[in-house]
Each structure stands twice: as C-alpha cells, then as structure tokens.
C-alpha cells in the first residue's frame, strides 16, 4: 500500500513562532452546527472570543438536531465547500429511534481519525499531574459500522468490522503525528487475545507501520489492562492509537483523568474535511439545570477552535486563544462547576476575552 501523506497533522499541532496577531489572508467560511441542549450556548461563546481576537474566520450556521432521521444534505455540502465545521453536541436517542447523527457524518465525509487530546492544565487540582495523553481513533468502522440485525425475536446480531485498509491508514496516522509532534511513544490498544481475527488484523496492521518508524517506540496493550493502567500510572503513555469503540471508552477515561470533558479539545479528520468538537463525550448536552442557569463549561470548545485555527493555518491566534484559556484556568478566579467553581458561561467567557494579549 502506497504511503500516505497527511498534511493536516501539521496544520492541527504545529505551533506559531510569530507572534503578530493581526493577518492579511482572506477570512475563511466554517460550517457551524450549534447542535442540542447546551451546544448553541458554547458555540456562542466561540463565536465571541473569534469576534474579540478579530479571528479571520466566518460561519455558516445550520440548526441540526440530534432527533433527525439523517444530516441534511445542505449541511454536508457546506463542509465539504468550507473544508471544516465547528460542531456542538448532538443529543443522540438511546436504544431505539434514529441513528446517530455524529456517525453518519463521519462515514458520509470519511472522517477516519478522531484526535483527543487529554492533558492536565497548571492550577487545575487534578487526581494524576502530568498527564499528556493523544488518543488517536478509528472512527469509521468496528461496532460503529451500524450493521445489526434480529436474526429471531430475542437474538440481535450486531457485526465488528475491521478492514485492513483502515486499520493501516489509522497506525500511519498515529506514527505521523508522533513524528511530527516529536513524541517519543505510541501505544496500540487491542483485544486481539479474543477477537484474533479482527483483533488480529488491527495489530497486525500496527506492528507493519511501527517497522517504518524505528525512531518511535511501539507497544501493545489489551484494552482491559489498558483501562487499569491508564487510571493508576496515565504517565506512562503519551499517543494511543485505538479501533473505534476502545477509543471512544479511553478518550473519556483519560479526560476524566486530567481535569474532565469540560476542558478537553478534540477534531474528527479525514483526508478533505475536518470537524472540530469538544474531545470527549458531551455528556452535558442535555443537561436541562445547567442549560437554565447558563453554565455550561465553554473551554473543551474554545480549545477545539484553536485546533481549528491552527488547521485553517492562523496559527498566532491558535496561540493566543490557547494562552488566555490556559491563564484564566490557572487563575482559578472564574470557573464551572465541573471545575469546582460556580461561574456562568458568559463569565468565563469575559475573563477569557480580558486575558487575550
């Protein structure tokens, strides 16, 4: 298989040495879907610090519900003009109703690599210092291809599919990335001591890509020790690379770890377009309390969209929205309740316009 090249990691990671905040380039269109419950709260609040740092970006809003039946197809057409959305929450059913929303864009868009990174902030008291973790996911196929069926009244058959061309092109894309971003180590999570086959394939497919990469070192862990390890000793691994449903677990896992999906950023990509959200799960989207009293935490967002930034290649004001988050957390005057404060939304977001340098 032909090596793939993947530009976008530089444009996501690397970081700006100018540190002129003012810019000459034409303002670039972003899809925004402000999503359910608390999403259109937080993307509010993106959309105010973008218009503080005089960001040159614009959106191109469209009110998606995580209740419909598919992604309309004007969205669609949008990101796949823009090249990048900006998304909040969609509130998926459980058990019966429609399927998810999240899912199907990633196949229709063929966003294969969900990126989370999971790292502990300076003044922020956390149960673990130090944390530093990348968790890099196939996010195309394994349980999430959707192929169940009632073979008889009471027997479900839900089908785990790994291919080999995904499997390869996830690993090229974690050993990238640790190359590019000069990490030291990635970790591949399986389950192969059971499911040796599509297990198998998925580690077989690592192993091959880790033999181009001598630099980096390589190890595997099963996804059962793996949650063990990461609670008690996270410091021990820095990228990871998962199948889809492993990924999804860790991401969350690792998140609580290092301060909470409150503050986590994270961006689903594929070789076209990219879709920046809050890195773990948004277990708050529905939370109606928080949404009342408009006190959802911004942050996992606000670090997201200077993923973005650095993606749509403004990385100075990727900087400088990084460095006023990072100064009001380690502050401790303004914060949610998820980070042991009690302040609003919009009061996080007026702090975080007055750290701007």
Request: hydrophobic fraction near 40%; glycine fraction near 8%.
């Amino acid at each position: 298989m032909a090596r793939i090249s993947f530009p976008i990691l530089k444009k996501l990671i690397q970081q700006s040495t100018d540190r002129c905040f003012t810019t000459n380039a034409s303002p670039r269109a972003v899809t925004l879907i402000p999503g359910d419950g608390v999403g259109p709260l937080v993307t509010d609040s993106v959309e105010q610090v973008m218009q503080a740092m005089k960001a040159p970006v614009y959106f191109e809003r469209y009110d998606v519900r995580g209740d419909m039946r598919c992604m309309p197809e004007e969205v669609i057409d949008s990101i796949k003009k823009n090249k990048v959305c900006l998304k909040g929450g969609l509130k998926t059913p459980v058990g019966g109703g429609v399927s998810s929303l999240n899912v199907q864009m990633r196949k229709e868009l063929d966003l294969y690599a969900s990126i989370v990174h999971c790292f502990t902030f300076p003044g922020l008291p956390t149960r673990h210092e130090d944390v530093d973790i990348v968790v890099i996911r196939e996010n195309t196929e394994g349980e999430y291809a959707g192929l169940e069926h009632e073979v008889v009244p009471g027997v479900v058959e839900s089908l785990k599919v790994i291919t080999k061309y995904c499997s390869e092109r996830i690993a090229k894309f974690a050993f990238e990335y640790a190359d590019v971003n000069k990490r030291k180590k990635v970790t591949a999570v399986h389950k192969a001591n059971i499911m040796k086959l599509a297990d198998g394939l998925f580690l077989e497919s690592c192993r091959e890509v880790a033999t181009k990469h001598p630099e980096i070192q390589y190890e595997e862990i099963i996804v059962d020790n793996c949650c063990m390890q990461l609670v008690s000793r996270p410091e021990q691994f820095d990228v990871m690379v998962t199948p889809n449903l492993y990924g999804n677990l860790i991401a969350n896992t690792a998140a609580g770890l290092a301060g909470g999906t409150g503050v986590m950023p994270g961006g689903s990509v594929g070789t076209d377009q990219a879709v920046f959200e809050q890195g773990a799960s948004a277990g708050n989207v529905g939370n109606e309390k928080i949404l009342k009293l408009k006190k959802a935490n911004p942050v996992a967002l606000l670090l997201s969209s200077a993923m973005m930034l650095r993606h749509l290649e403004f990385p100075s004001f990727a900087d400088r929205l990084e460095t006023a988050v990072k100064r009001v957390i380690a502050e401790g005057k303004v914060r949610t309740k998820d980070l042991g404060g009690d302040s609003t939304t919009q009061e996080v977001v007026d702090a975080i316009i007055a750290a701007l340098d």
